[in-house]
């Protein structure tokens, strides 16, 4: 696709998508006057024909200017290849391929798109979500960078970069464990006792609403400025916090638990609720963050206004000090909390204190997020020979169905072993591995994006197989024995 046709639909996307919201403001963009004068002439043209006929036309009209609004992600991601939706939220290490390749720069497709809507607006002066807001000169977006500019930032070698990525990856996903398990402390049976994995209100429904509505955020609504500073950055926070901060393991296995005990109706709730709540953790986590965006934009542009120039430059990682700078603070504080970690862990299991899943989870945490970004290289890569289901998300889903089924092994082991430090090491690598491999908010976000784009059967068949292929797994694995086995 070409940058004419993109721009092209792109602005026919703006022109329909945003109707509702501009016209009611009256400054907004000329699409508003547009469609209050149409809505005028028809009612004039149609008053002799009677109240009935000119509420049905207005009527339709006003339909059709909501249903345009509410498929303006619709119109932006139409064009998009289904291979580049499928790898839009999170490619993996991929993107280092995609760095060094700029034939097969796939990944970013949406957030270019995204960025030229943002341009195409500027040239009208109003900004691209639809808030009747102009569009400040200087805001969190690029501009056009000048080439010597694109030459003088630095690159990493390719052996450091990938470092780079594991080590905001390892270190993010420490902190989004650490949050997971205060998650579980304050809403669980010992403090508000508001979740618990014999429930549909699972133990780890809050940590993944939360994760959920962060992922719209930063996963989709501020992803390209966070990436216009650092692209470690934001795989740091999106793959490596937001995926260990929620986990599909620990969903999965409190719905095969319950239906073991032949808590039937409880694990169909815990799916069809849990699922519910989440989907609308990232829808208005996309509509606040939107909102939000639009409100710092406006700020921008007052304060440019006056005088105050905002210049983002300066936080951008492009230089070789900056680079070695951000590595080494991470590097350190890795090193610092991993080794914390480890030493507690070590204490805590051969004491049987409280927190030894904790600490012990945050040991084994960091592999299994760079095992979770490694798989997400087969995102939009298809199947076979003939690359067919490139729209699925197989490295996400291969991740989950993985996780669960090493979790159910593990939950089952636990009980044949009946041993008090066995169970906890189990279940630090349950809580810290295998929470950090299987992910809720990069699942979440790929069906939101899917639902976002027109492709609501495939959004459903995403879920539909996770779930299935997951519960499946568990079921023989977990279940089967402990129904043959009769373990308590």
Known sequence: MDESSTRSH????????????????????PSAAISSSLLSRRSSR??????????????????????????????LLGDADSSALAQVIDSGDRVLA???????????????????????????????????????????????????????????????????????????????????????KLFGPGCLALTSNQSPLYLDLPSNMLGSFLMAWFGIIFKTDIRHISDHLIVGITTGYMGSLTTFSGWNQAVVSMSSKDHWAYAI??????????????????????????????????????????????????????????????????????????????????????????????????????????????????????????????GTLAANVLAAGIMASLAVTAKAVNRKRSTTVLNGIQFGFLGCLSTVSTFAAEIYAMRSSGQISRAFVYASATFMFSFVLGTLVYSVPVWVKHYQ
């Open 10 to 29: 792109v602005s026919d996307g703006n022109r329909l998508g945003y109707v509702r919201s501009e016209s009611m403001d009256s400054t907004g963009h």
């Open 46 to 75: 149609l008053s002799s024909r009677g109240s009935i006929s000119l509420s049905r036309e207005m009527g339709d009209s006003i339909l059709n200017s909501m249903r345009h609004s509410l498929q303006s992600a619709d119109q």
């Open 98 to 184: 995609l760095e060094d390749n700029a034939d097969e720069d796939t990944t970013n497709t949406l957030d270019q798109q995204k960025v030229g809507t943002l341009r195409d607006n500027r040239i009208h002066g109003y900004s691209s979500h639809g808030t009747g807001v102009p569009a400040p000169e200087s805001s969190v977006e690029p501009k056009e960078e000048s080439s010597s500019a694109k030459v003088e930032q630095y690159m990493l070698s390719r052996r450091l970069d990938y470092a780079s990525y594991l080590i905001h990856l390892a270190t993010f996903g420490i902190f989004g464990v650490f949050t997971r398990y205060g998650l579980q």
């Open 269 to 394: 709730a815990g799916v069809v609720l849990g699922m519910f709540i989440v989907n609308e953790s990232i829808r208005v986590g996309a509509e606040t963050g939107e909102r939000l965006r639009s409100w710092i934009m406006k700020c921008i542009k007052e304060n440019s206004s006056i005088g105050t120039k905002c210049d983002w430059k300066h936080l951008r990682v492009d230089t070789r000090t900056k680079h070695y700078v951000l590595i080494a603070v991470m590097s350190i504080l890795l090193s610092c909390l991993w080794v914390l970690s480890i030493v507690l862990a070590i204490i805590k299991v051969h004491s049987l204190a409280d927190g030894a899943v904790l600490w012990l989870g945050c040991s084994v945490a960091p592999p299994g997020v760079w095992l979770r970004w490694y798989l997400a290289r087969l995102n939009g890569q298809g199947i076979g020979k003939k690359r067919s289901l490139k729209w699925l998300p197989i």
